[in-house]
């Protein structure tokens, strides 16, 4: 049988009111009323309702972390290291799965306000300063990762994603002296994409020697990175070394260059970008770009906390460095 505050209340002899007071640490009660009331509540086994406590004070130890698929491993990858962090701190995670539809986004800023959480992690770029200060105007304290812009005011935590487009391709030309590469991008309007592919052009431009370059625009799906390479393979385009603009779409160009006969690394190099789990299991097993997941991770949950308890004058921003890791597909 599950007990509610009243009925500590009443086996007690104190008023709800007291009961909460004590349960929720504010207020005065007497030393003996507080032992009285904890006895109770031990002997009844009672446990807090957490909806109704969110309610009556229209604050839950809810966490919304808004992403932009599920559909790819980097995120709920991403998800689980938030996760852990959140929960070390006593609070739960919201997942909203946008889709990366604007009208998902909106269904989601909704329900943040209607379940009280208290705080909400932002991962999309459909989503605009004037959304983010709702959120604040309903005092959820708010930041923004990964698919993130500083020109907004307010915390944002990304990874350096020029830098490390630029060690892939330079390592795949000065290491591999790979002389004819690909590069797959990600989906044109993504600033992740759009860092990368940055990164690319910044490599190629501080090499003297010119290299023979193709670059193929993908969705961040495996299903692209492996029509893109099908397709190049399939017109006799010939190329040493293909850079990904993650791995689940170098993980579909793997497949179509084995379709083709081609050997890895043999014939052709092959760097991706997310290091999510799979591309350690992979034969051969992946190179890529670590985009320090349990950083970001810790980061975001460290600064909500933060602005939880200090408020903030001024916006963090912060730029991770990833890192390159080197594994047999190069
Ligand atoms: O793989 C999905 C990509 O989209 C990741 O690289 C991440 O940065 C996200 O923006």
Redesign the pocket.
């Known amino acids: 049988m599950s007990y509610t505050m009243r009925d500590v209340a009443k086996e007690a002899g104190v008023s709800v009111a007291t009961v909460s007071r004590i349960i929720n640490g504010k207020g005065e009660a007497s030393p003996e009323t507080i032992a009285k009331v904890k006895k109770v509540i031990e002997r009844l086994n009672y446990k807090p309702n957490m909806l109704a406590k969110s309610l009556s004070e229209r604050k839950s130890n809810l966490i919304a972390l808004l992403i ?1 698929t599920l559909n ?1 491993p ?2 709920p990858e991403l998800v689980r290291e938030i996760e852990t962090e959140a929960n070390k701190n006593g609070y739960q995670i919201y997942l909203c799965n946008s889709d990366d539809q604007r009208s998902k986004v909106e269904y989601y800023l909704d329900s943040m306000v209607n379940h009280y959480v208290s705080g909400a992690i932002i991962n999309s770029l459909h989503v605009d300063e004037k959304d983010l200060s709702l959120l604040e105007e309903r005092g959820i304290r708010t930041i923004t990762i ?2 993130a812009n500083f020109e907004h005011s307010y915390s944002a935590i990304t ?1 350096d ?1 020029k830098a490390g487009a630029q060690d892939a391709v330079t390592y795949l030309i000065q290491d591999n002296q790979c002389k004819n590469i690909v590069f797959i991008s ?1 989906p044109k309007g ?1 600033k ?1 994409a759009i860092d990368r592919l940055l990164g690319y052009k910044l490599s190629l431009k501080q090499l003297e020697s010119p290299i023979q370059t193709k670059i193929v625009y993908g969705d ?1 799906g495996m299903e692209s990175g492996y029509q893109l390479i099908r397709k190049l393979l399939k017109d006799g385009e010939t190329f040493d070394g293909i850079f990904s ?4 779409m170098a993980i579909g160009a793997i497949r179509a260059c084995y379709e083709f006969g081609i050997q890895i690394p043999e014939q052709v190099k092959i760097v991706g ?2 290091n999510i789990n799979m591309t350690s299991y992979l034969h051969p097993r992946l190179s890529t770009v670590d ?1 320090c997941k349990t950083e970001v991770g810790a980061l975001a949950i460290k600064e909500l906390m933060n602005l939880f308890n200090n408020g903030n004058e001024k916006p963090n921003h912060y730029e991770l460095k990833p890192k390159l890791i080197i594994r047999e597909s190069s």
């Open positions: 932009p790819n980097f995120f990964d698919r990874v994603h990600g993504e992740s961040f603009s993650n791995d689940a970008y997310d985009q």
